[in-house]
């Protein structure tokens, strides 16, 4: 049985708590029912000083769409060697 394509949207700018971010790659994963945000090596790292993690996501498309403040309902984080992935998980945005 065949697996379904992903579709992956490249993301051109961050902003995590309105937080100017930069990366290695980037990109966000719509399903049906949550959004996904891939973040690969985030600087500065997504741990904010008053608090534990992050609360909102702002985010620019590589085609120039942009979607203001999401708020994050959940992250993973996964570490290797030469890299950081950050997960976060959201709803989708009203459209």
Same mark, same amino acid.
Request: avoid cysteine.
């Given at each position: 049985?065949?697996?379904? *394509?992903? *579709? ?5 700018? $961050? ?12 990109? /966000?994963?719509?399903?049906? #029912?949550?959004?996904? &945000?891939? &973040? /690969?090596?985030? /600087?500065? $790292?997504? $741990?904010?000083?008053?608090? %534990?993690? /992050?609360?909102?996501l702002s ?5 120039? #769409?942009?979607?203001? *403040?999401?708020? $994050?309902? *959940?992250?993973? &984080?996964? %570490? ?16």
């Open positions: 049985m065949e697996q379904p *394509s992903r *579709s992956l949207v490249p993301l051109k700018k $961050i902003w995590l708590d309105d937080t100017p971010t930069g990366f290695t790659h980037a990109f /966000v994963e719509r399903l049906a #029912y949550e959004w996904m &945000i891939e &973040i /690969v090596n985030p /600087v500065p $790292i997504p $741990i904010m000083e008053n608090r %534990e993690y /992050v609360l909102t985010f620019e498309e590589q085609d120039g #769409y942009f979607f203001p *403040s999401l708020n $994050i309902e *959940s992250f993973e &984080i996964a %570490e290797g060697n030469d890299f950081t992935v950050y997960r976060f998980f959201m709803y989708p945005a009203d459209q």
